[in-house]
């Protein structure tokens, strides 16, 4: 499958963005997905999960209570709604997905996931 990340951009923090991911060239339906966000030169962290049909979702304890993360399976879309935004999530924001599941609190690792998007940069000035 193959994805396309939107919505990033800059903001001042304390508001909001809504980053789209849209999935092509398979059952999205099928995949778990992600986003994960990267700050030049340190690893891909995990932000949050959902699962195939979007019952089930997970969160870093960093964006808990502020990032809400959801899927439309008719759309083949998975979207990332960020409040309260802090300077600290400046990043470069990466959908995902893979066809593996995951135990509800279990942090997924990047490696687990076979297709990624493009990448959004997100940036909050203080």
């Known amino acids: 499958v193959q994805l396309q990340a939107s919505g990033g951009g800059l903001v001042q923090a304390g508001g909001s963005l809504r980053l789209s991911c849209a999935a092509s060239?398979?059952?999205?339906?099928?995949?778990?997905a992600a986003w994960f966000r990267q700050v030049a030169g340190k690893e891909r962290d995990f932000v949050a999960v959902?699962?195939?049909?979007?019952?089930?979702?997970s969160y870093a304890d960093s964006v808990r209570g502020r990032f809400t993360i959801s899927r439309d399976t008719t759309k083949n879309t998975v979207d990332l709604q960020m409040n309260s935004l802090k300077p600290e999530d400046t990043a470069i924001y990466y959908c995902?997905?893979?066809?593996?599941?995951?135990?509800?609190?279990?942090?997924?690792?990047?490696?687990?996931?076979?297709?990624w998007g493009q990448g959004t940069l997100v940036t909050v000035s203080s």
């Open positions: 995902a997905a893979t066809r593996r599941r995951f135990a509800t609190g279990v942090v997924p690792d990047p490696d687990a996931f076979g297709s």
């Open positions: 060239g398979g059952r999205f339906s099928l995949y778990t």
């Open positions: 959902t699962s195939w049909a979007g019952g089930i979702t």
